[in-house]
């Protein structure tokens, strides 16, 4: 079962940031926070992923809490094409339970 | 540099038929996922992969479901005696295992499976 909680969804303005939050009260030390979204009904995209570090790239940022139990995905400035199920999983241990779960995520709606 | 594919993109199947998916990894990639989306549900995942052998199938339902990925050629994940209740899409990811949790999965364009 999934580790995380998201809100059910959100929306945002064509142009703004788009902060997506997410929970991970039981995370350990060990485990990475993955994001991913799907468009419609295309295969799940990679977002990006860190452990204790804030991360960036091309796509977005992640903002990691120094207790680690959550965290924000932010998407600099939201496009139309923005418009996704936003998946935010907690990677548990490595072995034989290297799996992604995907949760509910959060649908994000990007209005015009 | 092709990623993963997956195919046929499309299957349909009449009740009772077998349903083969085929899944060929990110060139180099030995590890495989395989994961189902029912109709407004999320992914679930069904079974993992490494070459040759099952490391994961928690996910897998008991009966008439199993998946394979040999030394050569691509990942198959077999449905057998398909029933209304299989139809959804199917998905399938790879990684190359070299990094661990530390480690993206890449995945597939699906494959929707709908049974008549």
């Known amino acids: 079962d999934a580790k995380t909680t998201q809100p059910p969804s959100m929306d945002c303005a064509e142009g703004r940031a788009a902060n997506l939050p997410c929970n991970h009260s039981?995370?350990?030390?060990?485990?990475?926070v993955y994001w991913y979204r799907q468009i419609h009904s295309q295969g799940p995209q990679y977002i990006i992923h860190?452990?204790?570090n804030n991360e960036t790239n091309e796509m977005a940022s992640l903002i990691i809490t120094e207790d680690r139990k959550s965290s924000t995905l932010i998407l600099p400035h939201a496009t139309l094409r923005d418009t996704a199920v936003y998946y935010c999983?907690?990677?548990?241990?490595?072995?034989?339970?290297?799996?992604?779960?995907f949760g509910k995520g959060i649908t994000l709606s990007v209005r015009p | 540099n092709a990623g993963v594919m997956q195919n046929p993109r499309h299957l349909v199947r009449r009740r009772g038929q077998e349903a083969r998916l085929r899944c060929s990894p990110v060139?180099?990639?030995?590890?495989v996922y395989w994961y189902r989306q029912l109709p407004e549900e999320g992914l679930k995942f069904m079974v993992y992969?490494?070459?040759?052998?099952?490391?994961?199938e928690s996910g897998m339902p008991k009966e008439r479901f199993s998946a394979e990925f040999p030394k050569e050629g691509p990942s198959i994940l077999r449905i057998q005696q398909v029933v209304r209740g299989d139809s959804a899409a199917y998905f399938c990811?790879?990684?190359?295992?070299?990094?661990?949790?530390?480690?993206?999965?890449?995945f597939g364009s699906g494959t929707q499976l709908s049974v008549l």
């Open positions: 990811a790879s990684s190359s295992g070299f990094r661990g949790r530390d480690e993206k999965l890449f």
């Open positions: 860190g452990l204790k």
């Open positions: 039981t995370i350990s030390g060990n485990e990475y």
């Open positions: 992969l490494q070459k040759e052998n099952i490391i994961d």
């Open positions: 060139k180099g990639h030995s590890h």
């Open positions: 999983i907690v990677r548990v241990a490595s072995g034989a339970n290297s799996k992604l779960t």
